[in-house]
């Protein structure tokens, strides 16, 4: 398969902080894989890192040959990655459709408004609400349909199930493996690796600023002890 | 005659309008500094300074170029807005990552810097700009004469606040610029080149400042203090409206300039120091401002 990002050596700082030591990994097109990690092990670090908002990193990032890692936010964003941050980042001052339609579509090959409603039906009752005034189920769809439709090839998921309800979860498990149906490219940081088992590829576990390991989806039941082990679960 | 409140109606009504006429340029000059500051996060203290720019503009343009008031209000908003720009690229945008403290020393050393050059080559006793031939003279009301030309600042200012209020609230440029002034980084993630857009809407909200300054050169006379005259008011405005707000500003804007306009007909000793008795008050009741988010 060919290889959608390659990750090598990735250093980051916030301030003083030094986060992330030698982080290396890879992700071929078409390929879900989670990053896996307890809390602090840089797993946001490492989305950040690759979208280009930690303020400093050294290492080598390249996505799809090109590397990134002098490369500002915008236009690393153009090279067609799209990020949905763990905090959501819904804008209360924006209504859901100004929210849908903000990020500018950088390629062709996103979903259209009508796909995403279809995923999505919720945003097109609320199309008139403030985006804040949505429920946190919806605040996550509303996340991820507004990088669908802008032609990103590699989606970076912070954690999308985070305190959500378990049938959400389970909808927000679909549309992951519809997107990936299409075609599209998911680095998805999890806590949640039950979850993560029904939608990824491969797993790449994190700890203090490093992968420590990689498990295949295949070889997730027979590594259930060694992963317990590193999750502290 | 006939009076109201026992105040003769002609002098009610010449200082409502003359309120109404302070209000346009409160809230054309508080519209442009609530922009700045909700995307910039920098109170421009500079702000007056670059009324005042627009003004002498007008004034420069007609004196050596022979560029009468009409050409102004567009060449003199583009102009000075385009020295805006400058200013963001080289100075401004080095103070991001700093305390707000540094953007309010910067700004204010600027203003001062700008009206001693002023000051230096101009003088400050003034010099006069002709109100257009078009809007010379006066109306009749039937209950006051409203002189032409302040009729037309009023209206002016109105439908340029209107207009930027419409662009901010109601269009996707607007939409990008309400997102970035919440999340600047992550509207930057979505492939928006946000510096850019901070560098315009320093330019847009200088170019506001500017048409204020021509509007109101035919009205004060062209001096170098002009800008600093308005500024204290001019926060203590965007204070009272709310940081940040567009609405705010533009509605507190209007309306202190008819409150500050009413005390001086009712009591005339309290009209320059009623709009901070206002601002205590409101920042007792809705520490936010009128309009503002907590």
């Known amino acids: ?233 | 005659m006939f009076m109201i409140f026992g105040i003769p109606g002609p002098l009610l009504f010449g200082q409502l309008l003359l309120g109404l006429i302070n209000g346009a340029f409160y809230a054309l000059l508080s519209l442009g500094l609530a922009v700045i500051f909700g995307l910039l996060n920098i109170v421009n203290f500079a702000h007056g300074a670059l009324f005042m720019m627009g003004a002498f503009c007008a004034w420069m343009l007609l004196e050596y170029l022979g560029i009468g008031y009409w050409w102004s209000l567009l060449l003199a908003p583009i102009i000075i807005g385009a020295f805006g720009i400058l200013l963001e690229k080289t100075l401004i945008s080095r103070l991001y990552k700093l305390d707000h403290l540094y953007g309010l020393l910067l700004t204010f050393g600027l203003a001062m810097v700008i009206e001693g050059l002023f000051r230096n080559q101009y003088g400050s006793s003034g010099l006069p700009y002709r109100i257009p031939p078009s809007l010379q003279g006066a109306t009749d009301l039937g209950f006051m004469f409203m002189p032409n030309y302040r009729g037309w600042v009023v209206v002016a200012a109105a439908i340029v606040c209107f207009t930027t209020w419409a662009l901010i609230e109601r269009t996707r440029l607007g939409a990008l610029l309400r997102a970035a002034t919440e999340n600047a980084p992550l509207v930057q993630s979505f492939g928006v080149n946000v510096p850019r857009m901070v560098t315009l809407t320093y330019g847009a909200g200088v170019g506001l400042a500017a048409f204020a300054g021509v509007l109101a050169a035919p009205i004060y006379s062209v001096n170098p203090n002009m800008g600093s005259n308005f500024i204290i008011v001019v926060f203590a405005v965007v204070v009272i409206g709310g940081m940040g707000s567009i609405l705010g500003s533009i509605v507190t804007g209007f309306g202190l300039g008819v409150v500050e306009g009413l005390t001086k007909v009712f009591y005339p000793q309290a009209s320059s120091t009623v709009i901070f008795v206002v601002m205590a008050i409101v920042l007792l009741i809705r520490p936010a401002g009128l309009f503002g988010r907590i």
């Not at chain 1, 990735?10 to 992330?20: C, K, M, Q, T």
């Not at chain 1, 996340?143 to 912070?158: E, M, N, S, V």
């Not at chain 1, 927000?172 to 979850?195: A, H, P, Y």
């Open chain 1, 1 to 233: 398969m060919r290889e959608m990002l390659a990750v090598s050596g990735l250093n980051a700082w916030y301030g003083e902080s030094h986060i992330l030591h030698g982080v290396d990994f890879r992700i071929d097109e078409g390929e879900v894989v989670t990053l896996l990690g307890r809390n602090g092990a840089g797993k946001t670090t490492t989305m950040k890192s690759i979208m280009g908002l930690v303020p400093r990193r050294a290492g080598s990032i390249r996505f799809s040959g090109t590397e990134t890692i002098g490369l500002r936010p915008d236009r690393i964003a153009r090279l067609g990655i799209g990020f949905c941050p763990e905090e959501r980042g819904i804008f209360a001052s924006l209504d859901v459709t100004e929210n849908l339609m903000l990020p500018p579509v950088i390629a062709p090959g996103g979903l259209s408004i009508d796909e995403i409603h279809e995923l999505f039906p919720n945003l097109k009752e609320r199309a008139r609400s403030p985006g804040t005034k949505l429920s946190g189920g919806e605040q996550q769809m509303l996340a991820i349909a507004r990088i669908l439709r802008t032609g990103a090839r590699l989606l970076l998921l912070d954690e999308p199930t985070e305190g959500l309800a378990p049938v959400i979860v389970q909808q927000i498990g679909r549309t992951i493996r519809e997107i990936k149906k299409r075609g599209f490219t998911v680095l998805l940081v999890e806590q949640n690796f039950q979850f993560a088992a029904t939608v990824a590829d491969r797993h790449y576990v994190m700890e203090h600023g490093r992968i420590i390991d990689m498990i295949a989806n295949a070889d997730l039941a027979a590594s259930t002890d060694r992963l317990h082990a590193y999750l502290g679960v």
